[in-house]
Antibody, heavy 119, light 107 residues
């Protein structure tokens, strides 16, 4: 059974960066499709981007293009999402999610990481 | 980019009711449509993919239908744990967008 365990909550200053990790167990990490999804408190889900670890070459949604880096380490089975130039409206829960059926449906989800951006 | 529009945004219902949620895509996504349920304070969970295929362990009171641009999620005989927010997501074309969500609340 696939499990995704994310790093803990973060508090960051505006203008700084945050890097959230997502450790996977079970299944085949290198061929899975890993996505990052943002949820501002009280709002809906936004697909930020994703990658297939064995292929590299992350895809990014237009809203986040240029401000986010999604990477993965196939030796440790950890995926990362780094968001730069943080603003207060980046305060949100960030989820990693994974699909193992050669497409981008999100079968398995991490528990979420709350990132708070405040001066 | 493909826009996903869900309706209604909020739905009030009682235990035992049948509810229907609609998701419309701005262009054809064939059957690349998933439905998720998110209970308060929890991560979303996948209920249905390929528009109509139930995930393992999902009760048969959930069903999905549609293709192209119009999709429907039906919950027959609503149970207490079903009061939650439901999202559709298209995974046919990058970027893989979500609908805005439908909150099913207790009447």
């Amino acid at each position: 059974q696939v499990q995704l365990v994310q790093s803990g909550a973060e508090v960051k200053k505006p203008g700084s960066s945050v890097k959230v990790s997502c450790k996977a167990s079970g299944g085949t990490f290198s061929t899975s499709a890993i996505s990052w999804v943002r949820q501002v408190p009280g709002e809906g889900l936004q697909w930020m981007g994703g990658l297939i670890p064995g292929l590299g070459g992350a895809l990014y949604a237009r809203l986040f293009q240029g401000r986010v880096d999604i990477t993965a380490d196939t030796s440790t089975h950890i995926a990362y999402m780094e968001l730069h130039s943080l603003r207060p409206d980046d305060t949100a829960i960030y989820y990693c999610a994974r699909g193992d059926r050669n497409d981008w449906r999100l079968e398995f989800w991490g528990q979420g990481t709350l990132v708070t951006v405040s001066s | 980019d493909i826009q996903m529009t869900q309706s209604p945004s909020t739905l009030s219902a009682s235990v035992g009711d049948r509810v229907t949620i609609t998701c419309r895509a701005s262009q054809s996504i064939r059957r690349g449509l998933a439905w998720y349920r998110q209970s308060p304070g929890k991560a979303p969970s996948l209920l249905i993919s390929e528009a109509s295929v139930l995930e393992n362990g999902v009760p048969s009171r959930f069903s999905g239908s549609g293709s192209g641009t119009e999709f429907t999620l039906v919950i027959t005989s609503l149970q207490p744990g079903d009061f939650a927010t439901y999202y559709c997501q298209q995974y046919d074309r990058f970027p893989y967008s979500f609908g805005q969500g439908t909150k099913v609340e207790i009447k």
